[in-house]
């Protein structure tokens, strides 16, 4: 064989071997390409979260909420999910509404749990740890006249006057001939602002009545039931409400015994009236007031009296100055 012969199927071996070498460099560089594309898919998405509001703050029952006793907490959305209710994810959902218990700091706010509508008491619900030390609660009944119109809802402030009738002079005299004058008095009313800033916790609303149902038509197919707002509107019918009301002890006192002073008419329980405060001045010092009474209309606002002197015997009514 000649030795050019022999140089070419050498260098043809070369080749080969050198190819070879190549394609097992590059089978391995996609095998590890691929390996690291599996690890890379491999790896989990991170799940989204969520701002869930929370109580920055212990919140009683009958508290109305504020923004400082709120926070924003980020959690994973199965963590919300994992609450099993709705929540809130903004605190201007939840600023101005009223707690319907006790709310621990750190708690999720729920809306069908943690907040009260008048007349929204759950029975056997615990009230208790709403009260403030060395304080009580006492309950009323209020009218829409003393009531303000039954607007009144938990976490209301209001202002009491108790109104109490006092008993006026009976003049009892004879005449020259001996005879007997009486002239009867009768009742006057008298009136002051005894309690201030006061707490309203809990309202309880009379049951609403059913209203009729709709006769079948002629042809047996239900009647058309008609529209009903959907959101209750109160009106001027007489409605009566119980509040609890957070008070000092002996202001409990004076409450009870205007109960029991109270009534029967057109305006029941008219010994006591409820002044619905702003939410502006719970922080306000008391107010001084005189209270009113028929002889303060008269020297103040300049009511004029009833004059008993024509009334009386001349020698009985010159000695009378009103």
Request: aromatic share 4%.
């Amino acid at each position: 064989m000649k030795r050019s012969n022999r140089l070419l199927i050498l260098l043809g071996i070369l080749v080969a071997i050198t190819g070879g070498l190549l394609a097992v460099v590059v089978a391995n560089g996609s095998g590890t390409s691929s390996s690291g594309g599996a690890e890379a898919s491999a790896t989990p998405t991170a799940e989204p979260t969520v701002q869930v509001v929370i109580a920055k703050t212990d919140i009683n029952l009958g508290d109305k909420i504020t923004a400082d006793m709120l926070d924003l907490k980020t959690m994973t959305l199965s963590a919300r999910t994992a609450l099993g209710q709705d929540t809130f994810d903004s605190t201007d959902q939840v600023i101005g509404r009223i707690a319907g218990g006790r709310i621990s700091a750190g708690q999720a706010l729920v809306p069908s749990r943690d907040f009260l509508t008048p007349g929204s008491m759950a029975d056997g619900q615990d009230i208790s740890g709403a009260i403030a030390t060395n304080m009580v609660a006492v309950s009323v009944e209020l009218d829409q006249t003393n009531g303000v119109g039954t607007l009144i809802v938990p976490g209301d402030h209001v202002d009491i006057i108790l109104s109490v009738y006092t008993d006026q002079l009976t003049i009892d005299s004879k005449d020259a001939a001996g005879n007997t004058l009486s002239l009867t008095g009768g009742t006057q009313v008298t009136s002051k602002m005894v309690i201030q800033n006061r707490k309203i916790l809990a309202t309880l609303l009379q049951p609403v009545a059913a209203g009729p149902t709709a006769a079948p038509e002629a042809n047996g197919s239900p009647a058309a039931v008609a529209p009903v707002p959907t959101t209750p509107i109160v009106q001027f019918n007489g409605r009566h409400m119980i509040a609890v009301i957070e008070v000092k002890p002996d202001e409990a006192e004076l409450i009870r015994w205007a109960q029991r002073a109270e009534t029967e008419g057109l305006q029941n329980y008219i010994d006591l009236a409820y002044v619905l405060r702003s939410d502006k001045d719970n922080a306000l010092p008391d107010a001084v007031t005189p209270g009113i009474t028929f002889r303060m209309l008269v020297d103040k606002y300049g009511v004029l009296p009833p004059d008993p002197r024509g009334e009386l015997p001349a020698d009985l009514a010159k000695g009378i100055q009103w």
